[in-house]
């Protein structure tokens, strides 16, 4: 008789077999605690290293590093709002000037495309070619990476300076070039980036190009306590906290983000260190940009004050609202899953995949702008007095759908929120459609952008849609609002965010009369009937 043979592992098969999670590691969030490690700590914190009044100094030297993080995520979002701005201020303008210089010669109209579309194109095949060869940790908004990783899966490379770099470029080139994306999301991973480099302690460096050969190693002593899977989670956490603060001017709304949707390990200590540094970082960078403390983010969301009392049966347009913004966010989310499991996953796929992209963008915008833009009087009463482009329309006018999109969308978002009565009907409808269809086929591409800018954009054009028709049907108290927590349903119908969403609304408004109307739409998106028709699902479940 011969000996069974031993039995064989059972290969994985389907999805398992292609699952990119099984190359992963787990971390050791858990500190593990014997009698090596008690060592360790005691030879730590015995009596002669206590130097700082019977300390250490390891609280103080955390401390620093977390006030460090916020200064630097501050100085970085100005850095990457400041490319991002002179880019496309530089396309817009040229692209109006020529535009409008050329009013009614339809034999230049291609011609003026064609400069248009390769601009847009050289912007976003670079930004992609730097993905695919350099770092495709990059790519996209990077928060579900981030979730992953603050729920204990290591990702490789994902936390490296190539990584930064790239991301960091990636996205002013992404976001200049014209895409559907916006700075937000990845600002975010950008701030965990800067977390997780805190706690380094070490870097090795090595050189090998043109001759030139280095290999050195950089030391920081002071760094090295700090070299463990527990204090890098709490940075990053900081860092998320953050790149999130920043983006929207809201400190307090940053730190809930990070408990709600990021982090799984949580203490009091650690929502301290996260609030002071996010609050420092919204300080920061409104000195920074606007060198006052009037605005702290890069998105402003600030509206006109309530100089009426909402009506009971305005909470009924309002659930109206989330509700439809809910639905759209479950299409949406839909159709990003059915586009992912189609997408390439070659490099020369994913570079063509982007060019096609970048082109039908370009396409859309121009000509669309061109047929449907609707021309309107120079009006005096915009927060930005560079709002208004005149494209192909006479002088003295302006066109809107081409103010709204090729202008810099923190202003155009602005100017929805408080002037969307100037808009017409056919423009706000006409400008939903576009960036809402875009940012499905743009979000999964090779490249780095966040689906923030863009869902607020579509959920302002949405809400001030509504609100026209409010002003128009009823007398409401001001459909700015409208356009308000009309991104809000999109924010909420997309991510599925609720009590974060809730407090970053109300944070970036600065009014507290609009708290219940952001929470009854909320709620309405978010609602048990959605639950029931199982679309409630979030975008970063599928990423």
């Keep these: 008789l011969q000996p069974a043979p031993a039995p064989q592992p059972t290969p994985a098969v389907g999805v398992l077999a292609k699952a990119p999670a099984s190359q992963f590691e787990s971390l050791n969030f858990e500190r593990i605690i014997n009698k090596f490690f008690i060592q360790e700590q005691s030879a730590i914190y015995k009596s002669e290293n206590r130097k700082f009044f019977g300390y250490t100094g390891k609280t103080a030297t955390r401390w620093f590093l977390t006030l460090m993080i916020g200064l630097l995520t501050s100085l970085m979002a100005k850095g990457l709002i400041f490319f991002i701005d002179e880019l496309s201020h530089f396309r817009t303008k040229n692209l109006n000037e020529i535009q409008g210089h050329y009013v009614g010669v339809k034999s230049m109209s291609v011609a003026i495309f064609v400069v248009y579309a390769l601009w847009n194109l050289t912007l976003a095949c670079v930004g992609c070619l730097m993905v695919l060869n350099i770092s495709p940790q990059a790519a996209g908004a990077g928060i579900a990476e981030v979730k992953a990783y603050l729920n204990g899966t290591h990702i490789p490379r994902f936390l490296s300076f190539p990584c930064f770099l790239v991301k960091f470029v990636g996205t002013v080139l992404s976001v200049s070039s014209g895409l559907t994306v916006g700075p937000e999301g990845p600002l975010v991973h950008l701030g965990a980036l ?270 001030g849609l509504f609100g026209r028709m409010m002003e128009d049907w009823f007398d409401v108290a001001k459909p700015g609002a409208y356009a308000m927590l009309g991104a809000v349903a999109m924010l909420s119908g997309i991510q599925r965010t609720t009590i974060s969403l809730c407090v970053i609304m109300m944070e970036g408004t600065g009014q507290t009369e609009y708290i219940l109307p952001i929470i009854f739409t909320t709620g309405a998106c978010s609602s048990d009937f959605l639950l029931a028709l199982s679309l409630c699902v979030c975008l970063y479940e599928w990423m």
């Design 194 to 463: 800067i977390g997780s480099s805190v706690t380094r302690g070490f870097k090795n460096i090595r050189i090998n190009m043109l001759g030139l050969k280095v290999n050195k190693q950089i030391r920081m002593d002071y760094l090295l306590p700090f070299r463990n899977d527990c204090d890098r989670r709490d940075f990053i956490s900081i860092g998320v906290a953050c790149g999130f603060a920043a983006a929207f001017g809201a400190p307090i709304g940053g730190v809930l983000f990070t408990l709600e949707e990021a982090s799984s390990f949580w203490s009091g200590k650690l929502m301290w260190r996260a609030l002071t540094a996010a609050a420092l970082a919204c300080v920061f960078l409104s000195l920074l940009e606007h060198k006052s403390l009037g605005y702290f983010g890069l998105i402003s969301l600030k509206t006109e004050t309530i100089d009426k009392p909402i009506m009971l049966g305005e909470f009924a347009a309002y659930g109206v609202l989330g509700a439809v913004g809910g639905l759209l966010g479950a299409l949406y989310n839909s159709g990003f899953k059915a586009l992912a499991a189609r997408r390439s996953k070659t490099k020369k796929g994913k570079l063509m995949e982007m060019a096609v992209t970048s082109v039908l963008t370009s396409f859309v915008l121009y000509f669309v702008t061109l047929w449907l833009g609707v021309c309107s009087d120079s009006y005096d009463g915009w927060n930005h007095h560079e709002f208004e482009l005149r494209f192909n329309c006479p002088k003295g006018q302006f066109n809107e759908l081409a103010s709204l999109i090729f202008g810099l969308k923190e202003g155009v978002i602005k100017e929805l929120i408080i002037h969307p009565s100037k808009f017409a009907y056919v423009t706000l409808v006409t400008c939903f459609c576009i960036v809402y269809t875009l940012q499905l086929f743009t979000m999964g591409t090779a490249i780095p952008g966040g689906i923030f800018m863009p869902s607020i954009l579509s959920g302002c054009a949405l809400g």
